[in-house]
């Protein structure tokens, strides 16, 4: 949503990439690409200054460095999942959007947990290293069935859903855990929903299947490592460090657990003296999950269809740092999001020390993932202060630095519109500024201010003003500014009673100077006044 068309964007495919995948991009006009199988890092240093896309795989850390040598950069795609080599942080605050390719490796992942799976519970590569020494040793490699034993899965995005339906397949009972995913969203899957706590207890297998958080470090640890079923055979095709590898160690020392099965460590590749190699019963693989040509012809064309629609319809997918939309809801919310800088500016400009927003979303809007239409008000708002620092990626970031305190609530039911928001900025002293609006004729426009009714459309120069409900005021304010050659487009007018406070919204060609500004703010029955510029 932050993307801008123009007539050249300078795309780096930094590491190797899908030869398909680099057609495309060369083949689509409006990208000039850079792609020579890979960059060392002084060559990508040199190319930086002219990047506005980077694609990167494994091999290209995007830190401080990179960021700081890309001033024109806006966005960086992540060709896999994990992105434990991008520094989202820094980028968020650079205003860099970073995407990953979720959907394209999760079957050859899922099927790499699979394989490990039986691995371990059959005993195949030590089989087979037997074997080629010459030996036959059938009795010692005895394994166990999957049939009707228990698999627990933790972590129920697109990668463990994908082991649900393979090990259910298999006759395995599968239990599963995820404190994100709500579990209505998961009641397709047909199985047990359990807590942290019951899939340790229960399982005769674990497989991991989560980013490396600090929630889900050291999933398995020393702690509770006595809490693991007899004889639990655990694997591990996400990120090292889900396991504690220690705690494993001890595990496979003691007979606690049977058998480990790792694609990933937490350094990679792990160290000569890894306590885990000495351990006939732990297999590791070089975290081979989505290495399949499969999985890589599809997550380079996955990467490629998020830059085409970043670059040419400013859709962000899969975005880590900035919400996702799908292209329908995004067209219905357009009027909303892109009047959201414009309200953000006006109340900002009322109540410019403000410290509480609150964004309630009333009808048909309450339906759809509205954070897009809550980060605009909140950019609009924070370009007042800071002008060019915020952006529509960090705006949310310097708001929580800023302990701005974000109030957000959604009721399906709306008076008068099929759709609204209302938002209100408070201060500390409890001063507020509000004001409603909508969308009609796919055009924002704001029907209410400080709770009166009025309506304008939140674009151009707008002059706000209080004033006491007098005759003559109106036309005296026409008259200055007639008076300083400053000509008036619209006017709006809204009162809450007779001979009370009112408001005057006025549309004018062209900002006015701070002294006549402030010669205005002075004029008999005027209490108020402010301009904003929305152009």
């Known amino acids: ?17 899908d030869a398909e995948g680099v057609a495309r991009l060369k083949a689509h006009p409006g990208l000039n690409v850079l792609y020579e199988g890979g960059y060392k890092r002084d060559a990508l240093l040199a190319l930086l200054p002219q990047a506005n896309g980077l694609i990167i795989r494994s091999a290209t850390t995007v830190d401080k460095e990179i960021l700081e040598k890309a001033p024109q950069l806006e966005l960086v795609i992540r060709a896999g999942v994990g992105v434990d080599n991008i520094d989202i942080q820094e980028a968020s605050r650079r205003g860099v959007i970073v995407m990953n390719a979720p959907g394209g490796n999760s079957v050859s992942t899922a099927e790499q947990a699979l394989a490990l799976l039986f691995a371990t519970a059959r005993h195949t590569p030590q089989a087979n290293a037997s074997m080629k020494q010459g030996a036959w040793e059938k009795s010692k490699f005895k394994g166990v069935e999957l049939t009707g ?149 599809a997550v380079a064309m996955e990467s490629v269809d998020e830059l085409i629609d970043f670059f040419d319809r400013g859709i962000a997918r899969n975005a880590l740092n900035f919400p996702t939309i799908d292209p329908d809801s995004m067209d219905y919310l357009k009027p909303y999001f ?3 800088q414009g309200i953000g500016k006006l109340l900002a400009s009322m109540c410019p020390d403000f410290r509480t927003i609150e964004f309630h979303y009333r009808g048909d809007i309450a339906g759809y993932m509205v954070q897009p239409v809550t980060t605009s008000i909140l950019f609009g708002a924070l370009t007042v ?43 500390k002293a409890g001063e507020k500024a509000e004001l409603r609006y909508t969308a009609i004729n796919r055009t924002p426009l704001v029907f209410s201010l400080s709770n009166l009714p009025l309506e304008f459309r939140p674009e151009g120069v707008l002059l706000i003003l209080k004033n ?32 009370g406070m009112a408001h005057c919204v006025i549309t004018v060609d062209q900002l006015l100077p701070p002294e006549v500004l402030g010669r205005l703010q002075q004029q008999e029955n005027i209490t108020y006044a402010v301009q904003v510029d929305l152009r």
């Open 1 to 17: 949503m932050t993307g801008k068309q123009t007539l050249s964007k300078t795309v780096i495919v930094c590491d190797k990439f």
């Open 149 to 297: 034993k228990t698999l627990g899965v933790v972590g129920l995005g697109r990668i463990g859903k994908e082991v649900v339906k393979r090990a259910r397949g298999l006759g395995m009972n599968v239990i599963g855990f995820d404190p994100y995913i709500p579990s209505e969203n998961l009641a397709h899957l047909e199985i047990d929903l359990v807590t942290r706590e019951d899939l340790i207890r229960q399982a005769d297998f674990i497989t991991v299947h989560t980013p490396l958080t600090e929630s889900t470090m050291d999933f398995i640890n020393k702690d509770n490592l006595k809490e693991l079923k007899d004889g639990v055979r655990l694997i591990n095709a996400a990120r090292g460090g889900i396991y504690n590898e220690e705690a494993l160690a001890i595990g496979l020392e003691t007979g606690k657990i049977k058998a480990v099965a790792l694609d990933v460590f937490t350094s990679e590749p792990p160290p000569e003296d890894f306590p885990l190699k000495k351990f006939d019963n732990c297999i590791m693989t070089p975290h081979l999950g989505a290495s399949t040509g499969d999985a890589e012809f």
């Open 338 to 340: 892109s009047g959201g």
């Open 385 to 427: 202060s800071m002008g060019d620092e915020v952006n529509l990626v960090n705006a949310p970031m310097i708001a929580r630095d800023r302990g701005v305190q974000i109030v957000e609530d959604k009721n399906t039911q709306a008076e008068g519109f099929s759709s609204y928001v209302h938002v209100i900025f408070k201060n």
């Open 468 to 499: 006491h409900d007098r005759p003559r005021v109106v036309g005296n304010v026409g008259n200055f500014l007639a008076d300083h050659d400053v000509n008036i487009a619209d006017m709006e007018l809204g009162r809450a009673e007779k001979g």
